[in-house]
């Protein structure tokens, strides 16, 4: 169980940032409901705890409907969902003001289309937010080969069942824990059967949480095993992988 809590957001800054977000050219009116929502994942209220970065939003969420159906009719935000009460006997979901979602990109959608010059723009203003939310640790989940700026490459997946060389890093001149996993998509949507994928997607938000609570985090030889057949798995699959979801 997770016994450690985020703190209130006293200064409001990372509501600030995210308002910004949607003076950046998406080519598109942001609905309100949308904003609404974006806040309420990324818990702007809050500072600290645990900070999860996929990398953009879907094409088809109901934002009107509101969190509890977005949350439900999306495969990846599911399992997130699922997987943190699971890993965390049920003290960890989505909408806990420990545990936050913000997109590399957030409001630019797959069918957008936008310009590299745009989302490496967005992901500079995302930078800043992460920055002021100032996350206890980040679970790296997103991965981007175009407009991609230099500081957001720390907090960037380094593809399936890898690790970075150090776990430690300066963020916009903060110290950052991570934890390197993969987009939830790639399991869910794309690579259903294999139960591998699953349960390394399971040990990493573990490796999150085991951060998070007690500063420490020990490598059994089982986990570098369902890493290493994970990265093989992977490496074998030659179809390019783009979120669905």
């Known amino acids: 169980p997770?016994?450690?809590?985020?703190?209130?957001?006293?200064?409001?800054?990372?509501?600030?940032?995210?308002?910004?977000?949607?003076?950046?050219?998406?080519?598109?009116t942001i609905p309100e409901a949308e904003v609404r929502i974006t806040r309420r994942f990324f818990n702007s209220g809050w500072s600290g705890g645990i900070t999860v970065i996929l990398?953009?939003?879907?094409n088809s969420h109901p934002y009107q409907k509101g969190f509890p159906s977005v949350i439900e009719e999306c495969p990846t935000y599911c399992f997130l969902n699922e997987g943190f009460k699971a890993v965390t006997c049920g003290t960890l979901r989505l909408g806990d003001?420990?545990?936050?979602?913000?997109?590399?990109a957030p409001f630019i959608r797959p069918w957008d289309n936008a310009p590299v010059e745009?989302?490496?723009?967005?992901?500079?203003?995302?930078?800043?937010?992460?920055?002021?939310?100032?996350?206890?640790?980040?679970?790296?989940?997103?991965?981007?080969?175009?407009?991609v700026p230099l500081r957001m490459t720390k907090v960037q997946s380094l593809g399936v069942g890898k690790d970075f060389t150090s776990s430690n890093t300066?963020?916009?001149?903060?110290?950052?824990?991570?934890?390197?996993?993969?987009?939830?998509?790639?399991a869910a949507n794309y690579n259903p059967h294999a139960s591998c994928f699953r349960q390394l997607l399971l040990l990493n938000i573990a490796q999150a949480c085991g951060i998070y609570e007690h500063g420490i985090?020990?490598?059994?030889?089982?986990?570098?095993e369902l890493k290493k057949r994970c990265t093989a798995e992977a490496s074998s699959m030659s179809s390019k992988f783009t979120p669905l979801d």
């Open 2 to 28: 997770i016994t450690k809590r985020a703190s209130r957001d006293i200064c409001g800054d990372t509501g600030l940032f995210l308002d910004h977000l949607t003076e950046v050219n998406t080519q598109r």
């Open 55 to 58: 990398l953009q939003p879907s």
């Open 97 to 104: 003001g420990t545990l936050s979602i913000i997109d590399s």
């Open 118 to 147: 745009c989302r490496r723009e967005m992901r500079r203003q995302t930078s800043h937010i992460i920055r002021a939310k100032k996350p206890n640790v980040v679970l790296c989940m997103w991965q981007d080969k175009e407009g």
């Open 170 to 186: 300066r963020f916009n001149g903060a110290p950052l824990e991570r934890v390197n996993s993969f987009h939830p998509s790639y």
């Open 217 to 224: 985090w020990h490598e059994e030889e089982w986990m570098k």
